[in-house]
């Protein structure tokens, strides 16, 4: 009975009423909102996957550039609370140079990444540009050193 009674005092103090405002300002960002951040995305992922070391040692490979992205990314606000929303399908054109002074390339892809799966090891594919020995060879180099967790958030 006194919760009952202290709930209809809280019901009545204007400070919890949600009014309709003329101004339609989202005032503390309470209510949820959207905002599209796919060229963020597209511009961010250029910076952070052009010219990374794939192989090193007698092998090299490297990240060329982003190739492309395709999918959603968003940034939510409730309660004024950030809530990141994506699924992309990456890929990154690289190049290599195996031992003995071969060239191969191909495009590394990353076809499923979203706020899902961010916690587990994504799927990657190696797509080779040509399927001659050099390519091949440096293939399954890539595939052999395994994948290096990297934190891409920003200092």
């Given at each position: 009975?006194?919760?009952?009674?202290?709930?209809?005092?809280?019901?009545?103090?204007?400070?919890?009423?949600?009014?309709?405002?003329?101004?339609?300002?989202?005032?503390?960002?309470?209510?949820?909102?959207?905002?599209?951040?796919?060229?963020?995305?597209?511009?961010?992922?250029?910076?952070?996957?052009?010219?990374?070391?794939?192989?090193?040692?007698?092998?090299?490979?490297?990240?060329?550039?982003?190739?492309?992205?395709?999918?959603?990314?968003?940034?939510?606000?409730?309660?004024?609370?950030?809530?990141?929303?994506?699924?992309?399908?990456?890929?990154?054109?690289?190049?290599?140079?195996?031992?003995?002074?071969?060239?191969?390339?191909?495009?590394?892809?990353?076809?499923?990444?979203?706020?899902?799966?961010?916690?587990?090891?994504?799927?990657?594919?190696?797509?080779?540009?040509?399927?001659?020995?050099?390519?091949?060879?440096?293939k399954a180099a890539i595939l052999a050193s395994g994948k290096e967790v990297r934190d891409?958030?920003?200092?």
């Amino acid at each position: 009975p006194r919760t009952v009674a202290m709930i209809g005092l809280i019901r009545q103090d204007p400070r919890w009423l949600v009014q309709k405002r003329e101004d339609g300002t989202n005032v503390n960002q309470w209510h949820w909102s959207e905002k599209d951040c796919s060229e963020w995305t597209k511009q961010r992922l250029t910076e952070l996957l052009s010219n990374i070391t794939l192989l090193s040692g007698p092998a090299t490979a490297k990240t060329t550039g982003l190739k492309s992205v395709d999918g959603d990314s968003y940034l939510n606000v409730r309660k004024a609370k950030l809530i990141a929303s994506y699924e992309l399908n990456i890929k990154v054109n690289w190049e290599g140079t195996t031992a003995d002074g071969q060239k191969g390339s191909g495009v590394l892809e990353l076809p499923y990444v979203a706020d899902e799966n961010h916690d587990e090891d994504p799927e990657m594919k190696i797509v080779l540009s040509v399927e001659d020995k050099a390519s091949q060879e440096l293939k399954a180099a890539i595939l052999a050193s395994g994948k290096e967790v990297r934190d891409l958030t920003p200092c």
